[in-house]
């Protein structure tokens, strides 16, 4: 069965008749099917009980309803989703994501991701994703809570410990995750793991909010190291600035580098003295607390700020967009390299485009994909659930040396998968490891 590209096209072909205008899940499927089409080709048991097929297709879809009431007492109606993908290797694990931009096609696509990286982890978790399209943005806590207590209503049928374990994403930190619980308890009557991301007193995981930016860093260090090359003394650029981007500032200065940019949708700032630990604070109190913009940090320190803009123009070393998905164009990843960028390490989910990877690995960065760096958030809230389960804490240093082995692990397995002659292709060698578990478990489980 040679001629791959054929078969890539006829396996979207399908894909896309059966799931019109979810060009986000094309996307991911797509980038997906080119790593896995010859793999699956020296493997034909894989093809045989047509296992890439069943994978695109989810084991349910939840939709529904969620009024609410404004603090002007009018009624307003979001949609809530939670897609369930996959559940061969663990019940179904990922976030919420509240964003007025989320409809089907996103929640599919980061929910297939999810599976592939939630294997990746080592930890037996299945993959899922849900969220809603209200915006908590300038919304009061009361209303915030409101639209929680309204939307767990429903999805507390449909999960559980043992079945799925929603934590949050973008739009969903620990004040929605604590409100989210609060009403799933009340509902319930029980004290369970059902969510990860809890607070600290009532079952959550210290290094939880650390853990996607931390381990997107120390994604990156591994990738540096092969090369013999280490943070100290980098120029980093960083997008977004919320959970992934905070922390990715914080452990990248750790170790040495200087991060120069943080954004968020409105635009971003450039300070070319570095992002230290006094000015992240500034920031966390900014973007956590208050919830202002990050326009404010410019003012604060007098540093330049670019409305309506993305970092990628600011020259670097290594480049980590931890914002959001297409969130770095063909035009943008071609400037990076211009500028000297060697080593990009996505914190977000799929933040580059397809155009935007080509030319990372035409130019042989040291290029990872979303699904391999920034698995270290599902890991540690995996340990979260761990936990939960004996009943027992672990300390900051036993959570943060799990996670910091759970992504070299991570690392070697995309080594090992991905090497071609003198090049790692970690999109390759993720999307094969990820791939092989769940579908070993679901030829072993007959057809499920
Ligand atoms: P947050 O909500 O904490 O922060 C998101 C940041 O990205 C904010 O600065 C936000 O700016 C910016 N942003 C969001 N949407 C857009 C957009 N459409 N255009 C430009 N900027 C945008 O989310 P997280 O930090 O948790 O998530 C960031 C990324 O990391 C997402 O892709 C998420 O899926 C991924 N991720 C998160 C994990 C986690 O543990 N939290 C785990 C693995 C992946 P603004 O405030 O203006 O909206």
Same mark, same amino acid.
Request: charged content about 25%; overall charge negative.
């Given at each position: 069965?040679?001629?791959? =590209? ?5 396996? &979207? ?10 060009? =986000? ?6 980038? +997906?099917? !080119? %790593?896995? /089409? ?24 939840? &939709? ?20 369930? &993908? ?15 931009? +989320? ?16 294997? #990746?982890?080592? #930890? ?18 009361? @209303? ?41 308890? *009340? ?17 959550? %995981? ?5 853990a996607t930016?931390y381990g997107a860093?120390y ?7 092969? *090369?013999? @090359? ?19 500032? =914080? ?7 200087? /991060? ?48 309506? !803009? ?7 070393? /290594? ?7 297409? !969130?770095?164009? !063909? ?29 990372? =690995? ?12 920034n698995a270290g958030g599902?890991a540690v809230?995996? #340990? ?8 027992? %804490? ?9 996670l910091?082995?759970i992504m ?34 679901? #030829? ?5």
């Open positions: 069965m040679a001629n791959y =590209e054929q078969q890539v096209n006829d396996f &979207m072909a399908k894909v896309i008749a059966k799931n019109p205008g979810e060009l =986000e899940f094309h996307q991911a499927v797509h980038e +997906v099917v !080119e %790593s896995l /089409v010859p793999f699956i080709d020296e493997n034909p048991q894989y093809r045989e009980a047509k296992i890439l097929d069943r994978m695109v297709e989810p084991e349910r879809v939840l &939709m529904f309803r969620v009024p609410w009431l404004d603090d002007k007492g009018d009624i307003q109606i979001n949609r809530g989703y939670r897609i369930e &993908m996959n559940s061969a290797i663990g019940p179904y694990k990922g976030g919420l994501r509240f964003h007025p931009t +989320v409809n089907l096609g996103i929640l599919k696509f980061l929910a297939f991701e999810q599976v592939l990286k939630n294997s #990746l982890t080592t #930890l037996p978790m299945g993959g899922g994703k849900g969220g809603s399209d209200f915006d908590p943005k300038g919304k009061s806590d009361n @209303e915030v809570m409101r639209f929680c207590q309204s939307f767990m209503t429903e999805l507390q049928r449909h999960i559980g410990p043992d079945t799925d374990v929603p934590a949050g994403d973008i739009g969903v930190g620990g004040r929605e995750i604590g409100f989210l619980y609060g009403q799933y308890k *009340r509902l319930r009557n029980e004290f369970t793991g059902v969510l990860t991301g809890k607070g600290l007193e009532w079952g959550g %995981s210290l290094i939880r909010p650390e930016g860093t994604f990156a260090k591994e990738m540096l190291a092969t *090369r013999g @090359e280490t943070f100290e003394g980098k120029t980093v650029v960083i997008s977004g600035s919320g959970n992934v981007a905070q922390y990715a500032c =914080e452990k990248v200065t750790q170790l040495g580098g200087k /991060v120069v940019t943080l954004s968020d949708s409105s635009g971003y700032i450039y300070d070319p003295d570095g992002i230290d630990a006094d000015k992240l604070a500034y920031v966390m109190h900014l973007k956590n607390v208050k919830r202002g913009r990050i326009k404010e940090y410019a003012d604060k320190y007098g540093v330049n700020y670019y409305p309506g !803009e993305r970092p990628w123009g600011i020259k670097c070393d /290594v480049a980590m967009p931890c914002a959001t998905q297409n !969130e770095i164009s !063909e035009e943008e990843a071609k400037v990076l390299v211009a500028n000297g960028c060697f080593c990009v390490s996505e914190g977000a989910n799929m933040p580059s485009t397809p155009e935007a990877v080509i030319v990372f =690995e035409k130019n042989k960065l040291l290029f990872a994909p979303g699904k391999a760096s599902v809230s995996g #340990l979260e659930m761990s936990q939960n389960s004996l009943r027992l %804490s672990w300390t900051r240093e036993e959570v943060d040396n799990r910091h082995q070299k692990d991570i690392h070697s397995t995309c080594v090992k998968y991905g090497t071609e002659g003198d090049y790692v292709n970690y999109v390759k060698g993720a999307n094969i490891g990820g791939f092989v578990k769940v579908a070993d478990a679901m #030829l072993a489980q007959g057809l499920v």
